[in-house]
C-alpha cells in the first residue's frame, strides 16, 4: 500500500464515510478511527486493517443514512 492508514481513512471520508460509519464496520470506537487520523496509532490490528482495506480497494458506498 502506497499510503498511510491516515491517508487511506481521508480517501474513504473524501468518499462520504463518516468516522462513525467506519468504526461500525470495522468494530471499533469512532475514537479509534480519530486516533489513526491525529497520528495517535499508526494503523489499525487485525480484521480492521483488512476491512477498512477492502472498503478503500473494492470503492464501497457508506451506508445510506437514515432520513430524519
Known amino acids: ?25 470495522i468494530g471499533k470506537s469512532p475514537a479509534a478511527i480519530c486516533d489513526i487520523k491525529a497520528d495517535r496509532t499508526k494503523e489499525p490490528k487485525g480484521m480492521a486493517a483488512v476491512i477498512l482495506y477492502q472498503l478503500y480497494t473494492t470503492n ?3 451506508p445510506a443514512r437514515a432520513a430524519k
Not at 4 to 12: S, Y
Open 1 to 25: 500500500m502506497n499510503m498511510t492508514w491516515k491517508e487511506l481513512i481521508e480517501a474513504l471520508e473524501a468518499r462520504g464515510w463518516l468516522v462513525t460509519q467506519l468504526a461500525g464496520q
Open 60 to 62: 464501497m458506498p457508506p
